[in-house]
């Protein structure tokens, strides 16, 4: 059911938006835009019975003209489907989310993060709408609310079966996310897999349930991703400690490095040291992952276990135990390190959602959940920018060595490469 220019939000001049503002903003449109929808397929639906000379009484007939609504953050343009009735009953569509008179509402910005939240158990729905359009939104049925909600998990269905054989994903990052769940006591794992195309574009590629960060979650995870065309195996995967991704990622691609993410290590360390000291040392493992070149990492390794080995042993041999997998990264073009030491690209998208899951308290079930975030996800996606340094990307994909994030000289390839050009 695809049906564009239903709703049309505009940037009020002169705005800077902040990411969270922005998210929602385009989450909002395509809500809104299937909302209506919704109601006109319910609409439809109500006299698909009704014939006219053998055909649909009830039909669709275009759209109302367009019109603006005065919102907190800025115009809203509306442009309303109506319908036809061959009947001559009189039968009309209106929008019980976009009534007529309609013009202006100052609770947008307090009815966005409830519209996909709060919003999406059915038994809220009402007074949500009534937040946004008063009283006059209660007539909103639990039916298109049902049919919105089937619609979110359908596509996420579909776009889960998506075939990936043109595919390669040269990077990727993979974390699992929790969330509460109503009426269990054990959080929901969400498994995140997102990726770097040769073009140096980022793309989500899996959001799928899983039991924790088990291996086999994460091996069903993956092996599906072969099993779609997915053959060309990701030079560098970016994850924190959890064991079941590791041993999963070795199986399925097996020619895959290990890029462990500073941040998650970092913490872990600190996780160990009385708070008196973590600045301390978190200034040392700074001067680790900030040095220029692997030589001057290793050397910032032997200070800082030299430094805490005997006082905090436990907080060291967590440190030293991957020292290989944390530097990884200097084997890969350097303008590319911002985006590989960590998996902040997961960790920053999923902030914003996980922190309006929070605020749910607790309403949703894990398919609605999954479906939700999926939803978010996407919509986060568009506003994605490529990598810095993407114009290396070319470099890495045909095997060229790089060495502390600057290419090597090889004669022997540069003078063939020129014998091709």
Known sequence: MQHDNVIELKQPEGVIEDGITALLRAGAQGLLKKAIEAELTELLGQYADKKVAGKAAVIRNGYLPEREIKTGIGPVVVKVPKVRDRSGAGIKFNSELIPPYLKRTQNLEDFLPLLYLRGISTGDFNDTLSALFGEQAKGFSAGTISRLKTCWEEEHAEWSARDLTHQHFVYVWADGIYFNVRAEESKQCILVVMGVTEKGEKELIAIEEGYRESEQSWHELLQGLVNRGLKKPPLLAIGDGALGLWKALAKTFPTTRHQRCWVHKMANVLNKLPKSVQPKVKSHLQNIWMA?????????????????????GKAMECLVKDKEKLLAFYDFPALHWQ?????????????TVRLRTDKTKNCGSRKTILAMVFRLTQSA????????????????????QFVNGVKAVNNDQDNADRMVA
């Open 381 to 400: 996606q568009k506003r994605w920018n490529r990598i810095r340094g993407f114009e290396h990307m070319a470099d890495v994909v045909r095997g060229v």
């Open 292 to 312: 220029e070149t692997r030589e001057a990492a290793y050397h910032a390794f032997t200070d800082t276990v030299a430094c805490f080995e005997d006082k905090y």
């Open 339 to 351: 985006h590989i030491r960590t998996t902040n690209p997961i960790e920053s998208t999923f902030a």
